[in-house]
């Protein structure tokens, strides 16, 4: 069940991004052209990556290995350390305070 729901939660992330006409892209946020804060933004600021997350977690769990739990962990820290932060300070340097105050209020996972 937590692949699906790890796939809901990118789908609905990429719909959001896509419906306020903004990028997909994370790997370009300085192109950006609004901050989604609403629906599963609202709860999680990396929505997409949580459904990544929530899917090796699952894929762990059905393998029945404590070791492939280790993947999930090194996922979460790789992204926080190599992906999310970058992502964070171009954010920042695009949207100002509306980010800062987005980031105070709404969790980087859950």
Avoid: K
């Amino acid at each position: 069940m937590g692949r699906w729901q790890g796939g809901g939660s990118g789908r609905h992330a990429v719909r959001l991004l896509c419906r306020a006409r903004t990028t997909v892209n994370p790997m370009q946020p300085q192109q950006a052209s609004v901050l989604v804060e609403s629906g599963i933004y609202q709860y999680s600021r990396n929505p997409m990556y949580l459904g990544f997350a929530i899917i090796l977690a699952a894929w762990a769990l059905a393998l029945g290995s404590p070791l492939t739990l280790l993947g999930v962990v090194a996922f979460v820290l790789y992204m926080n350390r190599f992906q999310i932060a970058p992502e964070e300070w171009a954010l920042e340097a695009l949207f100002g305070e509306s980010f800062v105050r987005y980031r105070a209020r709404v969790r980087r996972w859950i």
